[in-house]
T-cell receptor
């Protein structure tokens, strides 16, 4: 069964450093999402792509976060510089269309020291 | 803005019992979708069940079923014959029109042997 792949699974970094997360969606899924999940809470959308275009990045802290999906397939989320408050789980999801069921990857757990 | 509310932060039942998780949502749309996702301690989010608002029939998936009360904007999840592997965080979520998927705060369900 096709799955969303993410790497790394865990990342420890010091504040002010740069970090990057990678996501490979299910083949054929045009819509890709990045979420941030604080422990004990539901995920919150950071950015949504339709193919290579950003559809929604209203909750993305653009002073330090960036996301790209250059060829409309895999995607990278970057944080520079990382802050203590960025410690969270970063989830990637994909769907065939924007109103379709979203399938989630295993996530990257980030700890900023 | 769309909202999803889960009023039960934690629940605990014995194995083989039936448990119902509550969810209410707010919408001004006529076309929307509702979901229950499960996030086990390993943290990967898994789709449990999906309901289209235009369908009157409640969705079922093996031991999982929903009680969709459209007028009351209620979408509860019933787990029958609960198993130890059902222990997880359960998130109710909705997507309305072209808007983003919004999650509730989650219910931590523990199945005791």
């Amino acid at each position: 069964e096709a799955e969303v792949a993410q790497s790394p699974r865990y990342k420890i970094t010091e504040k002010s450093q740069a970090v990057a997360f990678w996501c490979d969606p299910i083949s054929g899924h045009a819509t890709l999402y990045w979420y941030r999940q604080i422990l004990g809470q539901g995920p919150e959308l950071l950015v949504q792509f339709q193919d290579e275009s950003v559809v929604d990045d209203s909750q993305l802290p653009k002073d330090r976060f960036s996301a790209e999906r250059l060829k409309g397939v895999d995607s990278t989320l970057k944080i520079q510089p990382a802050e203590l408050g960025d410690s969270a789980m970063y989830l990637c999801a994909s769907s065939f269309q924007s109103t379709g069921t979203q399938y989630f990857g295993p996530g990257t757990r980030l700890l900023v020291l | 803005a769309q909202t999803v509310t889960q009023s039960q932060p934690e629940m605990s039942v014995q194995e083989a019992e039936t448990v119902t998780l509550s969810c209410t949502y707010d919408t001004s749309e006529s076309n929307y979708y509702l979901f229950w996702y499960k996030q086990p301690p390993s943290r990967q989010m898994i789709l449990v069940i999906r309901q289209e608002a235009y369908k009157q029939q409640n969705a079922t998936e093996n031991r999982f079923s929903v009680n969709f009360q459209k007028a009351a904007k209620s979408f509860s999840l019933k787990i029958s014959d609960s198993q130890l592997g059902d222990t997880a965080m359960y998130f109710c979520a909705s997507i309305q029109g072209a808007q983003k998927l919004v999650f509730g705060q989650g219910t931590r369900l523990t199945i005791n042997p």
